[in-house]
């Protein structure tokens, strides 16, 4: 494996507002005959005063800010840290990326369980506390980029996914991993007015994916637990992949020996794959992947094979 050897510049932060919220993915659903989208067009009561505000972190808040690995950095700077909290694809929620953060606001991630099932030989139940504690926690800075064509550059802190795959002790058999959102109609609005999708969400990766290095479990982000939006109270980031295979809010992990059905992939195959690798060279059927717009400043960037990453992953997908 390779170690990422970031450059010597510093990483400001710029000071910017977020961009108007375009359609994204609602255009698809009318194309794919889903129904009109329902979103959850007003302010919650509960709804927090910022997009800052939506930070719990349980009994883990003495375990931030963790130490910065210097082997993950990128050459952009960080994106704005309520830039980043403004603009969320969450759809448990509402459609709506500028109003995810007004929506969460119900949802309580803690106390949080873990479970561990399928092809392993130590199935369970984990508390994710006493995980964060077992893993100690780091921080890396990874680019983000959406399959709609834009991007962010975060901080992420958590523990890499390995050492949980490990945990489990996957069987011979076991090829992929499958992850699942928490369900919480409750709590999470957009599940109750979107009821035509197949919730909860679930995503998958294939074993030698999930537990390459880069993989990652975020507990946090910009230095202190993750917001409600960013998929708190843990999320996947897998970096060289597109956002919708980072899945939020996680309560499961299972392993099995074939490879199952992923959420957009099920949904809409002809337009989000079950990789969901970064191609800048294989174009939506709706839009170009070659370029992206960094959230905040605007900026048109060219996408970079695998997010930047070819280097550290292109081996896994090798013929």
């Known amino acids: 494996m390779q170690i990422r050897t970031p450059p010597a510049w510093h990483l400001p932060e710029?000071?910017?507002?977020?961009?108007?919220?375009?359609?994204?993915?609602?255009?698809?659903?009318?194309?794919?005959?889903?129904?009109?989208?329902?979103?959850?067009?007003?302010?919650?009561?509960?709804?927090p005063a910022s997009p800052l505000a939506t930070v719990d972190p349980?009994?883990?808040?003495?375990?931030?800010?963790?130490?910065?690995?210097?082997?993950?950095?990128?050459?952009?700077?960080?994106?704005?840290?309520?830039?980043?909290?403004s603009y969320n694809n969450f759809y448990e929620f509402t459609t709506d990326k500028a109003e995810v953060w007004q929506q969460v606001g119900a949802f309580q991630p803690w106390p949080w369980t873990l479970t561990l099932s399928g092809l392993?030989?130590?199935?369970?139940?984990h508390?994710?506390?006493?995980?964060?504690?077992?893993?100690?926690?780091?921080e890396r800075v990874y680019r983000f980029r959406c399959v709609e064509a834009w991007s962010m550059v975060v901080p992420w802190t958590g523990f890499p996914l390995r050492p949980l795959i490990?945990?489990?002790?996957?069987?011979?058999?076991?090829?992929?991993?499958?992850?699942?959102?928490?369900?919480?109609?409750?709590?999470?609005?957009?599940?109750?007015?979107?009821?035509?999708?197949?919730?909860?969400?679930?995503e998958a990766l294939s074993l030698p994916e999930a537990t390459h290095e880069l993989a990652f479990l975020a507990t946090g982000i910009y230095g202190h637990a993750l917001p409600r939006q960013h998929g708190a109270p843990v999320r996947l980031v897998v970096p060289w992949k597109y956002g919708y295979k980072n899945i939020k809010s996680i309560v499961g992990i299972e392993f099995l020996a074939e490879r199952p059905a992923t959420f957009?992939?099920?949904?809409?195959?002809?337009?989000?794959?079950?990789?969901?690798?970064?191609?800048?060279?294989?174009?939506?059927?709706?839009?170009?992947?070659?370029?992206e717009r960094a959230?905040?400043?605007?900026?048109?960037?060219?996408?970079?094979?695998?997010?930047?990453?070819?280097?550290?992953?292109?081996?896994?997908?090798?013929?």
């Open 14 to 47: 710029a000071q910017v507002t977020p961009e108007a919220v375009w359609q994204g993915r609602r255009r698809f659903l009318a194309a794919a005959g889903l129904g009109a989208l329902a979103l959850a067009g007003c302010r919650s009561a509960d709804a």
């Open 166 to 202: 490990a945990l489990a002790d996957p069987l011979p058999e076991a090829r992929y991993v499958r992850l699942v959102t928490a369900e919480r109609p409750d709590q999470m609005p957009g599940m109750r007015g979107q009821a035509w999708y197949p919730w909860p969400y679930f």
């Open 58 to 85: 349980g009994l883990t808040a003495d375990l931030y800010p963790a130490r910065r690995n210097p082997a993950y950095g990128v050459d952009r700077p960080l994106t704005d840290e309520r830039t980043a909290a």
């Open 127 to 138: 508390d994710l506390a006493k995980l964060m504690r077992q893993f100690a926690l780091e």
């Open 295 to 319: 959230i905040g400043s605007g900026e048109r960037l060219p996408t970079l094979p695998y997010n930047g990453y070819a280097a550290e992953v292109a081996s896994l997908y090798r013929v």
């Open 264 to 291: 957009w992939n099920k949904l809409v195959p002809h337009e989000y794959g079950f990789d969901g690798n970064v191609e800048p060279q294989v174009p939506h059927p709706r839009w170009s992947q070659a370029s």
């Open 120 to 125: 392993c030989r130590k199935p369970g139940q």
